[in-house]
Structure formats: structure tokens, C-alpha cells
């Protein structure tokens, strides 16, 4: 199975903040990646798949790059409610496996 | 409005079975490839298993911890999806979500999630 890594776990930052954060698979998925949000008590939500394409209604704030195993998710001004635990997920083969997430928190 | 609802989650023994079900509304499953993920309470995501389409005609793919266990099955008529549990162990505690996998996208759209807890 291929495995997924995120960086760093978690992290604390402030509105309006850059944010960059980093998914890295053990081998290629060419760009079948996706990138998830989560809020506690509530489901997973698209922001990202294709490693880049937006989801329909998600803030043109969070953009996502990369190709073959390495992968960032940006926030170009983070606000508030940007936190929650991050995810990404390749579907280029089965198992399709996430990464242990990434906690955003605001300071 | 589109939306998925997972129902049929509970509290079962170890070595016990369940069936979940994962209903739709707004749009026609059976279009749309259906996965299921899991998260183990204070845990991570874990995708389990997906259904694909019609065109695909409903072939089914497994995790390593559930195959031979689980079981994916579709049902056009109620335009919904379920997932048998068989053979249940207490690392299956989680709460389970469907989401819906369009071609070329995965989960744009998930279920509230259903609690799934195994313990004697």
C-alpha cells in the first residue's frame, strides 16, 4: 500500500498567516491527490482533488501543488474558521490511504 | 439538495454483524462511484472500501482489514448503498461515512456518519 506522510503534525498560527502545509506519498500517484478539512464532530470536507483543482465553493484562499510524491496545500490568508485538521489522500491505487493529518490551530 | 445519510450504526459484540446504509438524495448513486472511511475515535481517516458505478457494473474494492469481512453491495431501486460488517472485532469501533466519488474527483460528497461500537 502506498503511504502517505503530512508535515508538520500540528501548529499554531495567526489570522491573515501563510500557511503552507506538506503530504508526501512512498511512491508516485501522479496528480490523484486530494486534500480534505475537518472540524471536530463533523464530516471530512473537499477543498482539493487532482492535486490542484478547487472544489466547487471552497475559498479561492486554499490552492494545492505538487506532482508524483510530494504535495502542498497553501492558505494564503489564513482566517478562523480555517481551523481544523487538514488531510490528504491519494486515490491513485488500492488501498486509497490518507495521511495522519495535520492540526491547524489559531494563536 | 444533494445529500447522503448513513444510518444502521450501534453497539454489537465481538464476532457480531451489522448493516449500515448509506441513502441518497438529490442525485442517482449508481452514477457515482460510493467509498466508505472510517475513523476510530481520536483517530486518523481510513478509507475501507469503495463501490464503483453502473458502467462500472458495481465492482467492489477492499482494505487489507476488511476483506473477507465486509461486504459492499448497492441497491438501484432505494438509490442507496450498504456496507455488511461481518466477523466484527473492537478495532472496528469507528464511525463510519460514505462519500461520493464522481469520475476524476473523490468525495465531494459525505454522509453526517454513523457510530459503529464493538464491545462485549
Known amino acids: 500500500a502506498i503511504r502517505m506522510t503530512q508535515s508538520p503534525s500540528s501548529f499554531s498560527a495567526s489570522t491573515g498567516d501563510r500557511v503552507t502545509l506538506t503530504c508526501r506519498a512512498s511512491q508516485g500517484v501522479r496528480s490523484s491527490l486530494a486534500w480534505y478539512q475537518q472540524k471536530p464532530g463533523e464530516a471530512p470536507k473537499l477543498l482539493i482533488y487532482?492535486?490542484?483543482t478547487l472544489q466547487s465553493g471552497v475559498p479561492s484562499r486554499f490552492s494545492g501543488s505538487g506532482s508524483g510524491t510530494d504535495f502542498t496545500l497553501t492558505i494564503s490568508y489564513l482566517q478562523s474558521e480555517d481551523s481544523a485538521t487538514y488531510y490528504c489522500?491519494?486515490?491513485?491505487?488500492?488501498?486509497?490511504?490518507f495521511g495522519p493529518g495535520t492540526k491547524v490551530d489559531m494563536k | 439538495e444533494e445529500q447522503l445519510v448513513e444510518s444502521g450504526g450501534g453497539l454489537v459484540q465481538p464476532g457480531g454483524s451489522l448493516r449500515l446504509s448509506c441513502a441518497a438524495s438529490g442525485f442517482t448513486l449508481s452514477e457515482h462511484s460510493t467509498d466508505w472511511v472510517r475513523q476510530a475515535p481520536g483517530e486518523g481517516l481510513e478509507w475501507i472500501g469503495r463501490?464503483?458505478?453502473?458502467?462500472?457494473?458495481?465492482?467492489?474494492q477492499y482494505a487489507a482489514p476488511v476483506e473477507g469481512r465486509f461486504i459492499i453491495s448497492t441497491d438501484d431501486s432505494k438509490n442507496s448503498v450498504y456496507l455488511q460488517m461481518n466477523s466484527l472485532k473492537t478495532e472496528d469501533t469507528a464511525v463510519y461515512y460514505c462519500c461520493r466519488s464522481p469520475h476524476g474527483s473523490i468525495g465531494d460528497l459525505w454522509g453526517q456518519g454513523t457510530l459503529v461500537t464493538v464491545s462485549s
Open positions: 463501490v464503483g458505478n453502473k458502467a462500472s457494473r458495481y465492482r467492489t
Open positions: 489522500q491519494q486515490y491513485y491505487g488500492y488501498p486509497f490511504t
Open positions: 487532482a492535486t490542484s
